[in-house]
């Protein structure tokens, strides 16, 4: 089985824990059976591993999230990178394009696309399983999942399929409604629009061909700045006869809001929190180093991060984002694909950071024109490597580089360390990389 998870967004209204650069489906939130968090994606690509071992998994994403999705998910995970923003049908040809130019899948195979950041269970990925192989059949151009309605939702957009079948062609489809008009179509038996859907991979290559002058994956990708940004609905589902939906009525949840992500927690705190006994539908997710303690609290959600601290009614979450957006952010918390970084304090002349190096990784080799470093490690095992010369760091080692000196650590085992950055201009621009000399 070939998928693939379209990974976009910067998630503000999940603010503070998410942002531009650490969307919401990589906070990790959800508790497993061995006691550990996972995130969304995680979860969602464990599920996809345990319904195919053996699926070809492709995430469209950009640039910002690929060092995220690494730590995360490990290297062994395809990336179809969109250069910029150009919505869903520019990436969903990118994609295709890549499976078949890059991963040399034949163009007959069929292909799922879904969103990385649905909350389900196992019986989500058999249905995806399924709208493949109805894909496989040729019978329609493509294959829709229509979710079975538990309310008349304003939030999704409706199908209206032409009988009560598993498998129907479909009638039509209808825009985001009011709450009486959704109630109208579920009377008509109509169905909740996912976005996940089923296609060979030949079609959609077809259909970019058709809108884009392009040859192959490489030109595409060199040219997608210059594509005009229209959705895959608009491009191709709209102006497609040959659809059929099948129907799933299993557990299905978009958490896109704190309201709806509460919902699926499995405890009500998450880090260093205390609720009292008068506490009712409160939920406390702490990321920072000290204690947050509710009292006499009712349908609150409260998160706290480097990024800031949220107090906010579980309803009134939902318009989060425009007060987000009036913000001036600075990055504090960032996943890359060697480990992850937290600014602990910014100064006029100096920014001290907290390091954690995964085992057996290690930063690129680099420069700073314009400030200084210092690294003490005060955890794990390493190797620095500074202007050349080679030195293995433990516990109380201190290094220090000067403005313009080549440098990087390889970590030995987890290594964390505090680096303390000087100089009068501190910019993440202000970095030249270099091959590692072996």
Known sequence: MNIVLLSGGSGKRLWPLSNDIRSKQFIKIFKKED???????????????????????????????????????????????????????PA????????????HVDPKESVVVCPVDPYVEQDYFEAVRGLSEQADKGEANLVLMGIEPTYPSEKYGYIIPENEEHTSMVKSFKEKPDVKTAEEYIAKGALWNGGVFAYKLQYVLDKAHELIDFTDYQD???????????SFDYAVVEKEDKIQVQRFSGQWKDLGTWNTLTEAMGEKVVGKGILNDTCEDVHIINEMDVPVLAMGLKDVVISASPEGI??????????????????????MFAEKSWGSYQVIDVENGSMTIKVTLNAG???????????????VVIAG????IVDGMKQNVKVGDVI??????????????????????????????DKQKYPLEK
């Open 35 to 89: 006691g550990t968090y996972e995130s969304m994606v995680q979860r969602v690509y464990r599920q996809i591993r345990k319904a195919d071992a053996n699926a070809i998994v492709t995430i469209a994403t950009s640039k910002t999230q690929v060092s995220s999705i690494h730590n995360q998910l490990g290297s062994s995970v395809g990336i179809s990178i969109e250069p910029c923003r150009r919505d869903t049908f």
């Open 92 to 103: 969903i040809a990118l994609a295709t394009a890549y499976l078949v130019d890059v991963m």
């Open 220 to 230: 595409l990708f060199d040219k997608y700045e210059t594509l005009n940004k229209i």
């Open 310 to 331: 949220l107090v906010s009614d579980k309803e009134q979450s939902s318009y989060i984002k425009p007060y987000v957006d009036g913000i001036e952010q600075q990055i």
């Open 361 to 375: 990784h290690s930063m690129n080799y680099h420069s700073h024109k314009n400030r200084d470093e210092i690294w």
């Open 381 to 384: 095992e390493g190797t620095t």
């Open 400 to 429: 220090t580089m000067c403005a313009g000196c080549r440098h990087t650590i390889r970590a030995v085992t987890e290594l964390k360390l505090v680096e303390v950055q000087l100089g009068k201009e501190i910019h993440a621009e």
